[in-house]
């Protein structure tokens, strides 16, 4: 128990490291990939702290360089799970009688080897593993996810001290408990802070997980358990498993102990283990709580009065940065008549002086699509548009998968605004553009918000303010992150609290404290000081 009101440090968002070529920061991160990718690694899975080793080893690949052998990681099977499950019910009991200080303190511990002696490590494994180039490896694995671990420990003191009032004579308090039973996260390979964050957030709110993520992200995943066991996370508490993904759902979520799901992932899983829930919803101890990100088909809307050169390089960033490989990638963008020849232009010089290639090399802006079902479905996408009557491919279009998966930034144009790349998520360096008449501005902002069933991210640009506020209205349910002349990537812990409706998930925001309180169950308490001794209220005389 507590003998004090700890106030924890002040949260702010970490600083992002430039990685200027001849820094000491990008050689010493460089040097760090180097020594990794020579190595050959075993990754096992940890299991009430330990680390199990199986029978099956899966080979890990390098999306850059498919034929390099970067070692294996030991699968498991549906008995893991089942241990998995028994390890995190083992430790619910003490870890949710901790004090809450403690909880933070480890939380906030790892923020700091992260920022510190483990940043180049889990950079280096996010570029190798995950094909992330230099600066987007430290948005991601390094800053964001340091952001979500130093921002949470705050949102949940700020959660905790959120109390009712009291009348005279009593005292009213809120307890915030965890949920009764197990957690279940399911984390994706495209953000190492996304799946650190999913299982982290509920553990620091007193809950017990099991972590299931990308079989593409293993690697980082195993730096994020060391980074947790060297911060004193107490075995049982998270428990990462690789297994086989549809299994493992219907085994999890067919457990009576099952309270909680964190999902980031495709819409079609999603929907499916929602379904699964539903299915099941007479065997749990408890109403389980389902939270979930999903897809995305991500907008640059552009009126007549914005600026060409502010839309392209919106375009070329928000596209093309991690291969379009965010859920908030720009998609799909309405570009008017008026400015699409000048924004065109700027666009192929701009094209012109990226480079693709490995992570090693800094200077390389584009790199490699994840794996081959990726680099398959954005070659479709890229042949079906060469031949269609609808469409052509005005740059890049090449894919190249002898060594690496590889694909060109492609600019796809459009005279139909339901193309098909123009309403499907892809996942890939893929933008359609759709030009329209400059006075069917209104219309087309119809056609932005009827197009895709998914409300991630979108983005405005316009210098008019009449047309900006038109759209901020008209747009109101496109998209659950809005942004106003700026691309549609980009969220920062803190500032941009991330998350979309419709059919990209539940918005309810990570990186904030309303994700924190999807993971409690509110006791309400009422102490009477001094207490009544006769039945009788003065009306009764």
Same mark, same amino acid.
């Given at each position: 128990?507590?003998?004090?009101?700890?106030?924890?440090?002040?949260?702010?968002?970490?600083?992002?490291?430039?990685?200027?070529?001849?820094?000491?920061?990008?050689?010493?991160?460089?040097?760090?990939?180097?020594?990794?990718?020579?190595?050959?690694?075993?990754?096992?899975?940890?299991?009430?702290?330990?680390?199990?080793?199986?029978?099956?080893?899966?080979?890990?690949?390098?999306?850059?360089?498919?034929?390099?052998?970067?070692?294996?990681?030991?699968?498991?099977?549906?008995?893991?799970?089942?241990?998995?499950?028994?390890?995190?019910?083992?430790?619910?009991?003490?870890?949710?009688?901790?004090?809450?200080?403690?909880?933070?303190?480890?939380?906030?511990?790892?923020?700091?080897?992260?920022?510190?002696?483990?940043?180049?490590?889990?950079?280096?494994?996010?570029?190798?593993?995950?094909?992330?180039?230099?600066?987007?490896?430290?948005?991601?694995?390094?800053?964001?996810?340091?952001?979500?671990?130093?921002?949470?420990?705050?949102?949940?003191?700020?959660?905790?001290?959120?109390?009712?009032?009291?009348?005279?004579?009593?005292?009213?308090?809120?307890?915030?408990?965890?949920?009764?039973?197990?957690?279940?996260?399911?984390?994706?390979?495209?953000?190492?802070?996304?799946?650190?964050?999913?299982?982290?957030?509920?553990?620091?709110?007193?809950?017990?997980?099991?972590?299931?993520?990308?079989?593409?992200?293993?690697?980082?995943?195993?730096?994020?358990?060391? !980074?947790?066991? $060297?911060? @004193?996370?107490? /075995?049982? +508490?998270?428990?990462?498993?690789?297994?086989?993904? &549809? =299994?493992? #759902?219907?085994?999890?979520?067919?457990?009576?102990?099952?309270?909680?799901?964190?999902?980031?992932?495709?819409?079609?899983?999603?929907?499916?283990?929602?379904?699964?829930?539903?299915?099941?919803?007479?065997?749990?101890?408890?109403?389980?709580? !389902?939270?979930? $990100?999903? @897809?995305?088909? /991500?907008? +640059?809307?552009?009126?007549?009065?914005?600026?060409? &050169? =502010?839309? #392209?390089?919106?375009?070329?960033?928000?596209?093309?940065?991690?291969?379009?490989?965010?859920?908030?990638?720009?998609?799909?963008?309405?570009?008017?008549?008026?400015?699409?020849?000048?924004?065109?232009?700027?666009?192929?010089?701009?094209?012109?002086?990226?480079?693709?290639?490995?992570?090693? /090399?800094?200077?390389?802006?584009?790199?490699?699509?994840?794996?081959?079902?990726?680099?398959?479905?954005?070659?479709?996408?890229?042949?079906?548009?060469?031949?269609?009557?609808?469409?052509?491919?005005?740059?890049?279009?090449?894919?190249?998968?002898?060594?690496?998966?590889?694909?060109?930034?492609?600019?796809?144009?459009?005279?139909?605004?339901?193309?098909?790349?123009?309403?499907?998520?892809?996942?890939?360096?893929?933008?359609?553009?759709?030009?329209?008449?400059?006075?069917?501005?209104?219309?087309?902002?119809?056609?932005?918000?009827?197009?895709?069933?998914?409300?991630?991210?979108?983005?405005?640009?316009?210098?008019?303010?009449?047309?900006?506020?038109?759209?901020?209205?008209?747009?109101?349910?496109?998209?659950?992150?809005?942004?106003?002349?700026?691309?549609?990537?980009?969220?920062?812990?803190?500032?941009?609290?991330?998350?979309?409706?419709?059919?990209?998930?539940?918005?309810?925001?990570?990186?904030?404290?309303?994700?924190?309180?999807?993971?409690?169950?509110?006791?309400?308490?009422?102490?009477?000081?001094?207490?009544?001794?006769?039945?009788?209220?003065?009306?009764?005389?």
């Amino acid at each position: 128990m507590s003998k004090a009101i700890s106030q924890v440090p002040y949260a702010v968002n970490e600083p992002v490291r430039s990685y200027e070529p001849g820094s000491d920061d990008v050689k010493s991160l460089i040097s760090t990939y180097k020594k990794m990718w020579k190595k050959k690694v075993e990754i096992p899975m940890y299991i009430g702290g330990k680390e199990v080793k199986t029978k099956t080893k899966t080979p890990i690949q390098s999306p850059q360089d498919h034929q390099h052998d970067l070692g294996f990681y030991y699968a498991g099977d549906m008995s893991h799970v089942d241990a998995a499950i028994d390890a995190a019910l083992a430790a619910k009991k003490q870890w949710a009688a901790l004090g809450w200080e403690q909880r933070a303190s480890i939380f906030l511990k790892a923020a700091d080897l992260l920022a510190g002696p483990y940043r180049d490590r889990l950079n280096a494994a996010t570029m190798i593993g995950q094909g992330k180039n230099v600066m987007q490896a430290e948005i991601d694995a390094a800053c964001e996810f340091i952001d979500f671990l130093r921002f949470n420990v705050e949102f949940m003191t700020e959660l905790y001290a959120d109390q009712p009032i009291s009348a005279d004579g009593i005292w009213n308090r809120a307890e915030y408990r965890p949920l009764e039973g197990f957690c279940f996260a399911v984390t994706p390979f495209n953000f190492t802070a996304i799946a650190g964050n999913l299982p982290s957030c509920m553990a620091m709110m007193g809950n017990v997980v099991v972590w299931k993520p990308s079989h593409s992200q293993v690697y980082s995943a195993q730096v994020i358990m060391e !980074i947790f066991k $060297e911060a @004193g996370l107490p /075995d049982g +508490v998270i428990n990462l498993i690789y297994t086989p993904g &549809a =299994e493992t #759902a219907k085994k999890v979520l067919s457990h009576p102990d099952f309270t909680g799901l964190h999902f980031t992932g495709s819409t079609s899983v999603f929907q499916g283990m929602w379904k699964m829930i539903g299915d099941h919803i007479h065997k749990y101890k408890t109403y389980p709580r !389902i939270v979930g $990100e999903t @897809g995305g088909k /991500d907008f +640059v809307m552009v009126h007549p009065s914005a600026d060409a &050169a =502010e839309v #392209a390089t919106a375009l070329v960033r928000g596209a093309f940065e991690y291969q379009g490989q965010k859920c908030s990638a720009a998609s799909r963008a309405y570009i008017p008549k008026s400015l699409w020849k000048e924004v065109q232009k700027i666009m192929g010089d701009q094209l012109k002086s990226i480079k693709m290639g490995s992570p090693e /090399d800094p200077s390389n802006f584009v790199n490699a699509v994840i794996h081959q079902q990726s680099f398959d479905k954005c070659k479709s996408y890229i042949e079906a548009a060469k031949k269609s009557k609808e469409a052509k491919v005005l740059f890049g279009g090449k894919c190249d998968d002898q060594k690496g998966w590889f694909v060109e930034p492609t600019v796809i144009e459009t005279s139909n605004p339901q193309y098909s790349s123009m309403c499907e998520e892809i996942f890939g360096p893929i933008l359609t553009v759709y030009v329209y008449e400059d006075k069917k501005w209104a219309e087309t902002l119809k056609l932005v918000d009827e197009t895709s069933p998914y409300s991630l991210t979108g983005s405005i640009f316009a210098k008019d303010r009449y047309a900006i506020d038109e759209a901020y209205h008209a747009l109101e349910n496109a998209a659950g992150n809005f942004y106003i002349n700026d691309k549609p990537t980009g969220a920062v812990v803190g500032q941009q609290p991330f998350g979309g409706a419709r059919a990209s998930g539940t918005n309810d925001k990570a990186g904030s404290k309303m994700n924190l309180l999807r993971w409690v169950s509110v006791r309400s308490i009422k102490e009477t000081f001094v207490s009544p001794k006769d039945y009788r209220y003065p009306f009764l005389g």
